[in-house]
């Protein structure tokens, strides 16, 4: 399958710092990405979507001004969580899928974010 | 935006036991998916499965998408088996992101 590479896995940050994460395609274009954020033993909550060349698109409740997001290439989407909290403390995922509809959707390995 | 639904919340299976998964959906959908998480986190990709049936080893999967709903097959689990089991649908409303359920916690013992 298509392979999606986040980086970085761990970072741990001091309140009010920025923190930028990066999610690859590496083997496909992705003119779509999505970015995730889970909570511990809980599921993965959908926070904004990410079009090559064009505004993020956000869910509701999900600050765009502390969460940016950026998709200036076909292979790269970044999320910079700026002046971190430690509530932003959280497990971070990006999605991407070779194609637009109906087909398989695939995950980086994640970041686990934490912001003290 | 679908609602997704999987049941049972958790399990505990002993070695060598065979399950079921559900995952039920409000609507109808163009894509649904079956993930496992492993401890680290990472999404493990099993099934890409918007209708039929589909085998990968020990682990099958099967989608009637007029009565939404997806049940996902595990046959002589294993201990690595352990994890959460996320069903995830296509939801158009959405741009078309995966929007997950809640998942089923399975731990698998010696």
């Known amino acids: 399958g298509a392979v999606v590479s986040q980086h970085p896995s761990r970072v741990i940050c001091k309140s009010g710092t920025s923190v930028k994460i990066e999610c690859r395609s590496l083997?496909?274009?992705?003119?779509?990405m999505f970015w995730y954020r889970q909570f511990p033993k809980k599921s993965l909550m959908l926070m904004a979507t990410s079009n090559e060349g064009s505004k993020a698109t956000y869910e509701q409740g999900v600050e765009k001004d502390k969460f940016l997001i950026n998709h200036a290439s076909l292979t790269l989407s970044t999320l910079t969580v700026t002046s971190a909290h430690p509530e932003d403390s959280s497990f971070y995922i990006c999605?991407?899928?070779?194609?637009?509809?109906?087909?398989?959707?695939?995950f980086g390995q994640g970041t686990r974010l934490t912001v003290v | 935006g679908i609602q997704v639904e999987q049941s049972p919340p958790d399990l505990i299976l002993q070695e060598g036991a065979n399950s079921t998964l559900r995952c039920n959906f409000s609507d109808s959908v163009n894509n649904l998916q079956w993930f496992h998480q492993n401890p680290w986190g990472q999404l493990i990709n099993l099934f890409y499965i918007p209708s039929g049936t589909k085998q990968n080893g020990r682990l099958s999967a099967t989608t009637v998408a007029t009565e939404r709903y997806s049940l996902l097959y595990i046959s002589s689990s294993q201990t690595t088996d352990s994890g959460v089991y996320f069903c995830?649908?296509?939801?158009?409303?959405?741009?078309?992101?995966?929007?997950f359920g809640k998942g089923t916690s399975l731990l698998v013992t010696p």
């Open positions: 083997d496909f274009q992705a003119t779509t």
């Open positions: 995830a649908v296509e939801d158009s409303n959405s741009g078309y992101a995966l929007n």
């Open positions: 999605s991407a899928r070779d194609g637009t509809l109906n087909t398989e959707a695939f």
